[in-house]
């Protein structure tokens, strides 16, 4: 604890709440329509805050502590899309929660086995980087384009981030986020109305296993979890030069999710937006401490999953401008730093600008995101240029 201690400075807490504040507040909604589109009570939605909030919390800091590097554990976004979308075709709560369980498990036997592992370690570190970048870059654009309906608030937190870069470059996020919420106050923009603050309790579903729920839920929710949450998770990880084995990273998602399945933890994998927020310098400079920023994020993650119905109000007392615009902010030299790994080797640089492009596009094919096609095409794009190429033919 000593030593966690003389580790941690406040640009890692600032960074770590920064990070549960974008991983909550983007796709909360999300959440909550997922679970509704169930038949989910008022109650047990609160539970499923308060499992993913836990899941979150103690996954990041048991994978950060046993590792010493910046692991950030969260919910799969695309995987709640998929939820509401297969709910719409008549599967009840307790089968979904039994697809959840499969989705967990398949999850832990690609970690125990090293399949998913194999598979990364064939990836060039520039089509990682490109991705990573079209990710991040994706969000960035959505932080810029918020400038149109808020424009004080938005050129407000530019100028800020600008000014801090030049006279305190450690701070200049926390010092964004402060501007942030003054101005959102003075504007009228936090919408406090609606607080509750209530205690959060899990609420027990028993699992039920149906075919229609198994094929229509369980295997796309694993499908799209691994391809656009898995994949571009390792690749943040990678990008910032952290070594970390893959497989138990897998294996823990997976067994975490089966753990908290039956009380609305629907499936855990590995963060790649957020990520970044605590595995870049503006986290702390020293990158063998910059775990210590995780270990707040788990701890922020623990604090909203207690609150759990308060958390909904909280979250949305802010302005999505305010969310947006300080997420992509603090992305700006993260996205540089993929953008210049990926095009510097020049065996690999149309393949990355490619996977860049099909990443940031937003394209989705067959309920699968961006991220994985993006890596698709640029995988497809480096067998077509390299396949039995002499070496005279390669550039």
Known sequence: MRQIARDTSLTAISSGFVATLVGFTSTIALIFHAAQSLGATPAQVTSWVLALGVGMGLGTLGLSLWARAPILITWSTPGAAVIASAAGGGVSLAEATGAFVLCGALMWLCGVTGWFERVMNRIPVALAAALLAGILAKFALLAFAAATPQPVLVVGMLLTYL???????RYAIPGVLVVAVLLATVQGQLHTAALRWEPALPVWVTPQW??????????????????????????AIRVFGYRTPV?????WSGVITVLLAPFGGYAFNLAAITATIVLQPHAHPDAHKRYTAALMAGLFYLVMAALGGAVAGVLT??????????????LLGTIANGLAASLQDTRYREAAVIT???????VTLMGVGSAFWGLVAGVL????EHFRAR?????
Request: glycine letters at 10%; proline letters at 12%.
């Open 163 to 169: 000014l801090g870069k030049r006279l305190w470059p």
């Open 210 to 235: 149906s075919w229609q729920a198994i094929l229509g839920m369980g295997l796309p929710l694993f499908i799209v979890t691994m391809a656009s949450q898995a994949v571009p998770g390792v690749s």
């Open 247 to 251: 497989s138990p990273l897998m294996s």
């Open 317 to 330: 007392a802010f302005p999505p401008a305010l969310i947006m615009g300080v997420a992509g902010l603090a």
């Open 356 to 362: 860049f492009l099909v990443t940031l596009s937003g």
């Open 381 to 384: 794009t480096l067998f077509v």
């Open 391 to 395: 070496p005279s033919d390669t550039p």
